[in-house]
């Protein structure tokens, strides 16, 4: 361990310390044997109910004292749906920390009593990402975005033997539209880059504490009670820290039992909620079921912010089961024939295809969070089935179709006739100043944009329509996009 590493630690435990001592002193109590006799690493037996707050707990506590604070703050700064949404995700944060309240008193429970114990952190989650869905024309749309794509870190509590990477996953994805606001907005106040600073940083903090206190996943106490009965013993105890801006009006029955479909709230068996629940129907360490096509969804952003699963069998997290299972495959940088395959790469960056040929195609498939460069003048490209990729490509022949695909970057320096996008959401194109006369195509995709580059170097970005209207003019149909103003 760095020094500065272990001066990290030292703080923290001192802030912990720190932190049970004041409350000590508020309430008279004396210190359990349990929390005497607690070591400061991971994974420590927890204080028995009753007794003062665990290590683990102090240092969540003081975590939401610090980085947490410092984020709401930032969000009031900002203001409007930003700060609401901060609103619903300190809620989060508070359905966490009882939950590893409960942690610290009882002893790990089967799945289907965990199932019970995670439902808050499930809703509170849920809220975090509906906001954004239902504000897509907002103008601080992409704050939303980074704070939803995001949210799902919270979910390492359920995630085993590995929660910490799963974690850095999760700030990566959220990365992608932070740096987003600061691009947009940096012109337009600080306080929008000092927001992104907190909201990283806090995501960033939860990394060091769960790694600190939960290595290999939610610490239970062996020598505590039933879960359930401690659960039940009393209602969830306010996290410290400041005050959470009003609440939302509380949803209502119907629509918490439809959360987990698409931007209208419509009920998806995929959502959410669903897959909370699927998760938890077996052993949770044991891995994700197979996902039969028939449940598969094609836009269910609740997915990428909630879904948790084994760390070591899917390295992205919003995707649906499948691609994790393909995820086990072994990884492929190859020359077939005349045509380059690449498949099943994950977190690599500086991918590089060279030697290339007029003749030869290349088709990426099942990669996640990887960036490839593809030398040369090539036939075709394919992009297939992946998700969180970056394909720098020189020239293309005839085309590059993207299908299956979610966050995905295309740049051209060169030329490309043709790019087809399809069952693809969330997708860039980058086009250079000699590739302006490529013609797109799109059907059943979302959140598209293409970034032209100008005389002085910067690029324009312009969004791709996504809803049409049809009106009947006799025999025949005329359809036009729908523009949204306002």
């Known amino acids: 361990m760095s020094?500065?590493?272990?001066l990290s630690a030292v703080i923290q435990r001192l802030e912990a310390a720190t932190l049970r001592l004041e409350t000590l002193a508020r309430t008279g109590s004396a210190p359990s044997v349990a929390l005497a006799a607690a070591p400061p690493g991971a994974g420590a037996p927890a204080a028995a109910a009753g007794g003062a707050a665990s290590p683990a707990l102090a240092a969540f506590d003081s975590l939401v004292h610090g980085a947490l604070k410092t984020f709401l703050d930032a969000s009031a700064a900002v203001g409007d749906l930003v700060e609401k949404q901060a609103g619903e995700f300190k809620a989060a944060i508070d359905a966490e920390r009882r939950l590893i309240e409960i942690a610290s008193q009882a002893k790990k429970p089967d799945a289907a009593?965990?199932?019970?114990?995670?439902?808050?952190?499930?809703?509170a989650i849920g809220k975090v990402v509906e906001i954004k869905d239902k504000n897509r024309p907002s103008p601080l749309?992409?704050?939303l975005s980074a704070v939803?794509?995001?949210?799902?870190?919270l979910g390492w509590v359920?995630?085993?033997?590995?929660?910490?990477?799963y974690i850095g996953e999760l700030k990566d994805a959220a990365q992608f539209y932070a740096n987003r606001v600061i691009k947009d907005f940096k012109e337009k106040g600080k306080h929008h880059v000092e927001w992104v600073q907190a909201y990283t940083g806090f995501l960033g903090e939860l990394q060091a504490y769960v790694k600190q206190w939960h290595t290999t996943g939610l610490s239970w106490n062996p020598r505590g009670g039933d879960a359930k009965s401690v659960a039940a013993a009393g209602g969830p105890a306010p996290a410290a820290g400041a005050a959470p801006p009003p609440p939302p009006p509380l949803p209502t029955a119907a629509q918490l039992e439809a959360f987990g479909g698409g931007p209208s709230g419509a009920a998806a068996p995929a959502g959410a909620g669903a897959l909370f629940s699927e998760i938890s129907k077996g052993n949770?360490?044991?891995?994700?079921?197979?996902?039969?096509?028939?449940?598969m969804t094609h836009k269910n952003p609740e997915l990428r912010a909630t879904s948790v699963v084994k760390a070591s069998e899917a390295p992205a997290p919003r995707a649906a089961a499948a691609p994790a299972a393909a995820a086990a495959k072994p990884p492929k940088l190859a020359l077939e024939g005349n045509k380059w395959v690449v498949e099943n790469q994950m977190n690599q960056s500086g991918l590089v295809i060279e030697g290339t040929e007029i003749r030869h195609t290349v088709y990426i498939y099942n990669c996640h969070n990887t960036t490839i460069h593809i030398k040369g003048k090539v036939n075709a490209v394919t992009i297939d089935n992946s998700k969180k990729v970056g394909v720098l490509i020189e020239s293309v022949v005839s085309t590059i179709d993207i299908v299956n695909g979610k966050s995905v970057q295309v740049q051209v320096t060169g030329r490309a006739p043709t790019v087809n996008i399809d069952k693809t959401d969330g997708f860039q194109l980058y086009l250079s100043k000699t590739a302006v006369d490529v013609e797109v195509f799109s059907a059943k995709s979302s959140e598209m944009n293409i970034l032209i580059e100008g005389e002085d170097g910067e690029y324009t970005e312009r969004p791709v329509p996504e809803q049409f209207k049809t009106v009947i003019r006799g025999n025949s149909l005329l359809t036009e996009t729908v523009e949204h103003k306002g």
């Not at 020094?3 to 272990?6: K, S, T, W």
């Not at 939803?148 to 870190?153: E, L, N, P, S, V």
């Not at 359920?158 to 990477?165: D, F, G, L, R, S």
Request: overall charge negative; hydrophobic content about 45%; glycine content about 6%.
């Open 141 to 143: 749309f992409f704050h």
């Open 284 to 295: 949770v360490t044991a891995g994700l079921r197979k996902v039969d096509k028939s449940e």
């Open 148 to 153: 939803a794509d995001g949210i799902g870190a």
């Open 3 to 6: 020094a500065d590493a272990q």
């Open 158 to 165: 359920v995630v085993e033997p590995t929660p910490v990477p």
């Open 113 to 123: 009593a965990l199932q019970d114990l995670i439902k808050p952190l499930q809703t």
